[in-house]
């Protein structure tokens, strides 16, 4: 029998610091809720954003695989590990940080916000070398289409990680339908909606709600407007 839980968008926690205004799906920083702490192995999903100019200083991360998607505008990046890189819109950046890296992430633009999903998810294997990789997106294939952008094999198509977790981005026309199959038989799947109204297997989401489910096969994913949402498949235990 497949469980289900539903996070609405109005239920996430919410922090609005003036440079940033972030939306938290699971427990962080000061919002603490004991019923939303994780799903399964996928630890933080973070709706964020920055201000012209503004960003996160230098701070540390250890033993989390760090995933970051932008959705509007730029993000600079700088870590411990030697890289500086700007990540763009229609860009996915992932960070193992194994045994320990630091890095600071920052709007370079001046007059533009940068609107982004910071994603951590906890590692398959404990102190791994510390690794980057960053990669565009060829955001053509998402259309009507669930388009791989994360997978646990680095041959694979989009980035990869340490953990059996494959992450999709879909942008469907109203109407459309198309049917999603499990690829590891104990995974979970969260689904976020980027923009737009989708049913999946008859649960209707909207705009920035999160969807849970585990103990499935395969469901139903049907467009009820134009939406674009992000399928993240997770191990449920590690």
């Given amino acids: 029998m497949e469980n289900t839980v539903l996070h609405k968008a109005n239920t996430r ?27 399964g192995m996928l630890r933080v999903l973070n709706d964020d954003t920055i201000a012209a100019g503004m960003g996160f200083g230098t701070h540390p991360h250890d033993n989390m695989e760090i995933i970051t998607i932008p959705l509007e505008g730029d993000l600079a990046h700088k870590d411990s590990m030697g890289n500086e890189s700007t990540i763009k819109t229609g860009d996915v950046q992932v960070m193992s940080a194994g045994t320990g890296i ?61 953990q059996d977790a494959w992450f999709y981005l879909a942008d469907f026309d109203k109407d459309f339908s198309k049917t999603y199959e499990i690829k590891k038989a104990d995974n979970g799947l969260y689904v976020f909606v980027i923009s737009g109204i989708i049913s999946v297997n008859g649960q209707e989401l909207e705009t920035r709600d999160g969807f849970g489910i585990w103990n499935f096969k395969n469901l139903e994913f049907t467009a009820t407007t134009d939406a674009k949402f992000l399928l993240m498949e997770i191990p449920m235990n590690q």
């Fill in 13 to 39: 926690g919410h922090a609005n610091h003036g440079w940033l205004n972030a939306y938290h799906s699971f427990s962080f920083a000061s919002w603490y809720n004991p019923e939303r702490v994780q799903f």
């Fill in 102 to 162: 630091q890095h600071s992430e920052f709007n370079p633009n001046a007059d533009l916000q940068t609107k982004l999903f910071q994603i951590w998810l906890f590692p398959k294997y404990k102190n791994v070398t510390p690794r980057y990789q960053q990669i565009t997106l060829d955001v053509t294939k998402q259309k009507n289409n669930f388009a791989q952008i994360l997978s646990p094999n680095a041959e694979d198509e989009g980035v990869w990680i340490y």
